[in-house]
């Protein structure tokens, strides 16, 4: 790419999951991303998604999904670093992320044959039952009756990432992008809103359930209203932190598939029975 390398490589994150190295070039900062194989997907989806969405991720510079490597340019400042508590910003990514997923929607099946994790709602039902012990049969029936439920409001599902928070998030003068979609599925689109709107509230200083919350979710509701009326969308809204939890044991349980015991610890998120134990509250 005629960029000489100015500098050590710096290592700066280490997880059971990724590591990333940043190297400084003539040309500015690079990063190089590596995921296990069993995460190789999100090499595949963040090519993908820099061909077809462009306007709202990074570009890709150089990706071997062989070996789970891709190389990435800098992003400018991360949101959660920009340092402005303000109402419209918020506004702003929630539209901006749900315009990105109503136009991946049509190419749901080409993500699929890329490896993107499948965890559309009827799915889901089945993948909890695996993880809860047999007396729990009610909670299951309970689990798919909501998953029922909320597909019956009409929204379709497409790419969604359960880290949609400020740290993922690069702002550069009006633009905003979106990147690390090494959680992403195929899934509900709902499944993100949660997230964002806990992260929002905290960072505008507000109590969960604040008039302003309110804005930012219908920012991004907008973008379905060409598939479902107002009040579906806003029932799937209220459905979708209900069976969520389901979707984040699937992400933890590939995150750290084949990873030493003494490495589920908790140091980088929940753990898995503290997820388990989220779905449990939801359902009750």
């Not at 820099?50 to 992003?75: K, S, T, Y």
């Not at 753990?271 to 779905?279: A, G, K, N, R, V």
Request: hydrophobic letters at 45%; proline letters at 7%; charged letters at 25%.
């Amino acid at each position: 790419m005629g960029r000489d390398v100015v500098g050590e490589p710096d290592q700066f994150h280490v997880r059971p999951w990724s590591t990333i190295f940043r190297i400084p070039t003539t040309a500015g900062n690079v990063y190089l991303k590596a995921v296990p194989r069993r995460l190789a997907h999100e090499v595949r989806l963040t090519r993908w998604l820099a061909r077809h969405v462009p306007d709202r991720v990074l570009p890709v510079l150089a990706a071997d999904d062989g070996r789970g490597l891709m190389l990435l340019p800098e992003g400018g400042v991360r949101l959660r670093d920009f340092n402005t508590p303000d109402l419209r910003v918020w506004c702003q990514l929630a539209a901006t992320y749900a315009e990105l997923q109503v136009r991946v929607e049509p190419h749901v099946s080409e993500l699929l044959a890329l490896g993107v994790p499948d965890r559309r709602l009827v799915h889901l039902p089945k993948a909890i039952a695996a993880v809860l012990p047999a007396r729990d049969r009610d909670l299951v029936r309970r689990y798919a009756a909501l998953c029922d439920e909320l597909a019956a409001q009409g929204v379709p599902e497409t790419i969604q990432m359960d880290d949609l928070h400020d740290e993922n998030v690069f702002t550069d003068g009006d633009r905003l992008r979106v990147f690390d979609w090494g959680d992403a599925s195929l899934a509900h689109p709902f499944f993100s809103l949660p997230m964002l709107l806990e992260t929002a509230m905290e960072r505008l200083g507000l109590a969960p359930d604040a008039l302003e919350r309110r804005r930012v979710r219908d920012a991004y509701l907008e973008p379905f209203t060409r598939f479902a009326a107002v009040g579906a969308l806003r029932t799937a809204a209220k459905l979708a932190p209900r069976v969520v939890p389901t979707v984040r044991i699937l992400a933890w349980q590939l995150a750290y598939e084949h990873t030493p015991s003494d490495q589920h610890t908790g140091q980088w998120g929940e753990t898995l029975d503290e997820l388990i134990q989220q779905q449990r509250a939801a359902l009750a």
